[in-house]
């Protein structure tokens, strides 16, 4: 038989790739589809978290309510550091949307005294403006009892968290959550209690299992405090893992319970609220967190 040319090879091999081709073969046997001559082109993701929401809801407790910020005993949400407009704490909600959009475009559901376990029926007055972005910040209240036995429950905590994330997400999927940490409640005792009238106040029923007793520091105290704290700590670390499981989700890493209130930051009523520089304070926490890359 006569060797095939160099042409003759290069024919049939042209042939028999148009064959493999349409008969749709790979290298391996499968049935993927043979070549169309046009480049796919995938399509980029949208990004998992929007550094410029255009609308916010808050939800939450007397912080977020600037309770004891401007008056005694009193809220205050103009100075919120989530939704308020006064210049002197620059909102998170003024930062992100600008003072007019703020105006018309973020809303305070928080209410002052408020627990974990109202949080889902806050979530749900939220979801009817459709935020695409709710702030976060309760659990405070839940260790505020009236002794450390009526604190909330962990496993309850985390239930009731789990129920407001569930509620928002029904209806609005892709809406965003920023997630405050619990403050640190023994710092606001520790710094408080060199106030004379701080302690009266105290003497009111703010936060009676952390400052109840106040200049008290025998070993029962010193337990019951420490006992409070715990709480507070085992109530962040839930706040973190159920936020980490919803990817639109952002935790503040413990920012808010990090950070070094003093004098100046906390009510000339009660010196345990955030004043109005420490709201602006939690506002550039927030801030920072919800426009930074990395939660």
């Given at each position: 038989m006569r060797k095939p040319s160099h042409r003759s090879r290069t024919v049939l091999a042209a042939v028999a790739a148009t064959?493999?081709?349409?008969?749709?073969?790979?290298?391996?046997?499968g049935n993927s589809a043979g070549p169309t001559g046009i480049k796919a082109h995938s399509a980029k993701p949208a990004p998992a978290w929007d550094v410029s929401p255009r609308s916010i809801a808050a939800v939450g407790d007397?912080?977020?309510?600037?309770?004891?910020?401007?008056?005694?005993?009193?809220?205050?949400?103009?100075?919120?550091?989530?939704?308020?407009?006064?210049?002197?704490?620059?909102?998170?909600?003024v930062r992100l949307l600008g003072k007019a959009q703020a105006a018309e475009r973020s809303w305070n559901y928080a209410v002052t005294g408020a627990r974990m376990a109202d949080l889902p029926g806050q979530m749900a007055q939220a979801v009817t403006r459709r935020p695409q972005l709710v702030t976060v910040m309760a659990?405070?209240?839940?260790?505020?009892?009236?002794s450390i036995a009526a604190m909330t429950s962990v496993e309850s905590f985390r239930a009731d968290f789990q129920d407001a994330l569930s509620t928002l997400r029904r209806s609005l999927p892709k809406t965003?959550?920023?997630?405050?940490?619990?403050?640190?409640l023994?710092?606001?005792?520790?710094?408080?209690?060199?106030?004379?009238?701080?302690?009266?106040?105290?003497?009111?029923?703010?936060?009676?299992?952390?400052?109840?007793?106040?200049?008290?520091?025998?070993?029962?105290?010193?337990?019951?405090?420490?006992?409070?704290?715990?709480?507070?700590?085992?109530?962040?670390k839930v706040l973190e893992e159920v936020c980490a499981k919803d990817r639109r989700c952002r935790f503040d890493g413990g920012a808010v319970y990090d950070y070094r209130f003093g004098t100046a930051q906390l009510s000339q009523w009660d010196w345990f609220h955030p004043s109005v520089n420490g709201q602006a304070r939690l506002a550039e926490i927030a801030y920072r967190k919800v426009t930074g890359k990395k939660a």
């Open positions: 064959v493999l081709g349409v008969a749709g073969c790979d290298a391996v046997g007397s912080i977020t309510r600037g309770f004891d910020a401007c008056t005694v005993l009193s809220d205050c949400p103009e100075v919120s550091w989530a939704t308020g407009s006064s210049a002197k704490v620059d909102s998170l909600a659990g405070a209240n839940d260790a505020c009892r009236a965003q959550v920023y997630v405050a940490s619990v403050p640190n023994k710092r606001l005792w520790s710094e408080g209690r060199t106030n004379p009238l701080g302690k009266q106040v105290w003497k009111l029923g703010i936060c009676p299992s952390m400052l109840g007793d106040a200049d008290a520091l025998d070993s029962a105290a010193t337990l019951r405090r420490d006992t409070v704290q715990k709480r507070v700590e085992a109530y962040n």
